[in-house]
């Protein structure tokens, strides 16, 4: 999994949504801290699934797909 690709998945969908990524961060009960990160793909390692799929929840998307998307992409 392409880490910088997954960030970029997310925050088009945050953008998308008009969500600001604090208030992603709310909505899936999260540091803003830990949005940033994802979205910049950075860190050793990628998210832990269950961050990933509340986040994904927060968007309106399944995680599954979250993922697949993130996988096609480039």
Do not use: F, W, Y
């Amino acid at each position: 999994m392409n880490l910088k690709r997954l960030g970029a998945v997310v925050r088009q969908h945050r953008e998308t949504a008009g969500l600001s990524q604090e208030k992603l961060a709310d909505l899936s009960n999260l540091h803003k801290e830990t949005i940033v990160r994802i979205e910049r793909g950075t860190g050793k390692s990628g998210p832990h699934i269950a961050a990933l799929c509340r986040i994904a929840e927060a968007l309106g998307v399944s995680c599954s797909a979250l993922l697949a998307e993130a996988e096609l992409i480039g």
